[in-house]
């Protein structure tokens, strides 16, 4: 069964370093999103990705927060500057469809971000 | 924002028992999901619903979407050890075309079956 795979499993980094955290979508998915969960708290959206371009981010991905599709299979999250409450679970989501049915988000298993 | 409520926090059950938990919004949902996460991994969807009123089952689960599209709740019937684990109500709208997949997430109902 496709699954959505993320690399590296945790990164640790000092703050002010600049980390990009790497996903591989399901291969048939057109949409691509990044989540985050800091310890014990729920998943929180950050930024939805469709056609090489961002469709929706939320008030967490600000200026420090980048996304690309570098190639046909790979997802980044760049985060430019660290801060200690960068720490969290990030994951990577794929769906085929955002509209209709059909939009169920697959999620792959997370990047443990631990910023010293 | 959107904001889900879910309950219970947590719950203590034998192994054999039902379960069950809701979700609820202040805000229409168009679409409701159901997640079930184990520690330091993923969410793994279990269900998901896209009609008011829908009643959907996958094995021992089932859930429905509520008529009102405000509420959702998440059935488990006999219960089993491997049932434990941390379950999110996830919640889509598309609300005049101006979102994009964004999912809002309940806090999560934390499961522990005894044996």
């Known amino acids: 069964e496709p699954e959505v795979t993320q690399t590296p499993s945790h990164q640790v980094t000092q703050m002010g370093q600049e980390v990009i955290l790497r996903c591989v979508p399901i291969s048939n998915h057109l949409y691509f999103y990044w989540y985050r969960q800091i310890l014990g708290q729920k998943v929180e959206f950050l930024v939805s990705f469709y056609n090489n371009e961002i469709s929706e981010k939320s008030e967490i991905f600000d200026d420090q927060f980048s996304v690309e599709r570098p190639d046909g299979s790979n997802f980044t999250l760049k985060i430019r500057s660290t801060k200690l409450e960068d720490s969290a679970m990030y994951f990577c989501a794929s769906s085929r469809r955002i509209a209709g049915t059909d939009l169920e988000q697959y999620f792959g298993p997370g990047t443990r971000l631990t910023v010293t | ?115």
Not at chain 2, 22 to 35: D, H, P, R
Not at chain 2, 67 to 93: E, M
Request: proline residues 4%.
């Open chain 2, 1 to 115: 924002g959107q904001q889900l409520n879910q309950s219970p926090q947590s719950m203590f059950i034998q192994e054999g028992e039902d379960v069950s938990m809701n979700c609820t919004s202040s805000s229409i949902f168009n679409t409701w999901l159901w997640y079930k996460q184990d520690p330091g991994e993923g969410p793994v969807l279990l269900i998901a619903l896209y009609k008011a009123g829908e009643l959907t089952s996958n094995g021992r689960l089932t859930a429905q979407f509520g008529i009102t599209r405000k509420d959702s709740f998440l059935n488990i019937s006999a219960s089993i050890p491997s049932d434990v684990g941390i379950y999110f109500c996830a919640g889509y709208t598309n609300a005049g075309g101006t979102s994009y997949g964004k999912l809002t997430f309940g806090q999560g109902t934390i499961l522990t079956v005894h044996p």
